[in-house]
């Protein structure tokens, strides 16, 4: 199974900054994903990423505050711009392996966002 | 569409006692299931899942699971608990195509 990286792991971010999030697989895949898990709560998409198309976005979560890049087969970057409060999250990435059909997916460790 | 309602969002367990997540799903289409399993301060690892075939699923560190399609469920369960079970457990379902759907989730909590 793939291995997964994210940078940074953690952050405190003060409201009104962005936060790039890195996030590195060892292996080639089509697809990546990006989640956000708030407090208590289960995992959201937020948008499917393929290398040299445009991010696609899921419903209530638009470019402008997670603009997202993928500029190859192993490495894509959220960031999340103008951070509030309602931003602190636990922010997932995670890929899906080319060889299988039926959507497994395996997740990074996750970026752990405070914003005050 | 697709969608997963887990059943309890808490369920403390006695260490070496039995432990059962209920999980339901709906969805129009066949569907795959997944359980996770997310340790704390961790990401999500997978601890099993159905695709087709035998309805008894088993996964890692000793946990099983059982697809029922007249009842759209697909619980998982542990014949005698760890310590390190505690853990937010996540059950999921796709479609066959890209987006995995999650249930809210299950906090384990294994007490000695």
């Known amino acids: 199974s793939a291995v997964i990286s994210q940078k940074p792991s953690r952050d405190i971010c003060q409201r009104g900054t962005s936060l790039t999030i890195q996030c590195q697989v060892d292996?080639?895949?089509?697809?990546m994903f990006w989640y956000r898990q708030q407090p208590g709560q289960s995992l959201t998409l937020i948008a499917t990423?393929?290398?040299?198309?445009?991010?696609?976005?899921e419903s209530g979560f638009v470019i402008d505050k997670f603009p997202i890049s993928r500029p190859n087969l192993t490495f894509s970057t959220l960031t999340v711009s103008n951070m509030s409060p309602e931003d602190s999250s636990i922010y997932l990435c995670?890929?899906?392996?080319?060889?299988?059909?039926?959507?497994?997916?395996?997740f990074g460790p996750g970026t752990r966002l405070t914003v005050l | 569409a697709q969608s997963v309602t887990q059943l309890d969002s808490q369920v403390p367990v006695f260490e070496e006692a039995p432990v059962e997540l209920r999980c339901n799903y709906s969805?129009?289409?066949?569907?795959?299931l997944f359980w996770y399993v997310q340790y704390p301060n961790q990401g999500l690892q997978l601890l099993l899942k159905?695709?087709?075939?035998?309805?008894l699923v088993k996964g890692i560190n000793g946990f099983e699971a059982e697809f029922n399609k007249s009842q759209t469920s697909f619980h998982l369960r542990k014949p005698s608990v760890h310590i390190s079970d505690t853990a937010e457990y996540f059950c999921a379902v796709s479609d066959g195509r890209y987006k995995l759907s999650f249930g809210a989730g299950t906090t384990v909590t294994v007490r000695a």
């Open positions: 995670s890929v899906e392996e080319p060889a299988l059909s039926y959507n497994e997916q395996f």
């Open positions: 969805s129009s289409v066949s569907v795959y």
């Open positions: 292996s080639q895949v089509t697809m």
């Open positions: 990423a393929n290398q040299g198309s445009e991010a696609t976005y």
């Open positions: 159905y695709l087709s075939g035998s309805t």
